[in-house]
């Protein structure tokens, strides 16, 4: 079993920052591919973000290219996801979600491809 928690989500303004993070406990957190995806009010969830076992390949959305970065301390058994230049339509309640990579070096963009989640963080940008 791997249990997954969130933090730092919030209130922010249009245009400013937040850094989520998913603490991850229970198993070897360096052998699982990571990821973020969020759900809007009255819409499905979606694919964010996505990192390898060894943070050495990554995935993300068109809506947050270049806007938001997943990365990961495998030593702290964390995976983040900083957001910049927030829009209005990034307000979601925001999930990390957590999958056996067994060390392929593989991201995963679909949810049922992941295997434990987290009870999800707020982020609401304000116009």
């Known amino acids: 079993q791997v249990q997954l928690v969130e933090s730092g989500g919030g209130l922010v303004q249009a245009g400013g920052s937040l850094r989520l993070s998913c603490a991850a406990s229970g198993r070897a957190f360096n052998g699982y591919a990571m990821g973020w995806f969020r759900q809007a009010p009255g819409k499905e969830r979606e694919f964010v973000a996505a990192?390898?076992?060894?943070?050495?390949?990554?995935n993300y959305a068109d809506s947050v290219k270049g806007r938001f970065t997943i990365s990961r301390d495998n030593a702290k058994n964390t995976v983040y996801l900083q957001m910049n230049s927030l829009k209005p339509e990034d307000t979601a309640v925001y999930y990390c979600?957590?999958?056996?990579?067994?060390?392929?070096?593989?991201?995963?963009?679909?949810?049922?491809?992941?295997?434990?989640w987290g009870q999800g963080t707020q982020v609401t940008v304000s116009s």
């Open positions: 979600a957590a999958r056996a990579d067994y060390y392929s070096g593989n991201y995963y963009r679909k949810a049922y491809e992941y295997t434990y």
């Open positions: 990192i390898s076992w060894s943070g050495g390949s990554t």
